[in-house]
């Protein structure tokens, strides 16, 4: 190896410090930079599995809100239905207690008619009663010659065409 200008000695001791530098450099270096891209690589394995999982949660939570939705929309229309039915029931009744009152207003409009008509008719009979007794009286009082007669029968009828007509 002289030859090729290389000493044994020299070349075996360059290895063996090269062989320590590359342990050294391999323990001080090498390893801890290894450990903390494999730390690294977890730490992004643990981010995208923690990535997926959150995607999950919001996939069911999407799904849970968009139930919800739905429920709350069936609930609205249930609602709603409910009110309609209820108003709709309500007017049927408002309406039936609009025809009783009317029935009852009117029957007793009926009813204060037949008063004022029998309360007309028998004021109609005194009116009839005072006539005929004020006719009676005044034949009484009178001479009783035919054309007299006859003037006092058409007086009385005139008063009687003045008198209210009778409703029946």
Known sequence: MKELGLDLGLFVSQAVNFLLFALLLSMALVKPVMRQLEQRAERIKKGLQDAEEAERMVRLAEAQAQKLVDEARHQAREIVETATRSAEQQRQEILANARQEAYELQQ???????????????????????????????LLEAELDDEHHRRLVQQFLDEARKLPVERT
């Open 108 to 138: 007793r409009a009926h009813e204060q008619l037949a008063r004022e008509e029998a309360e007309l008719q028998f004021e109609l009979r005194d009116e009839m009663i005072a006539v005929s007794l004020a006719a009676a009286s005044r």
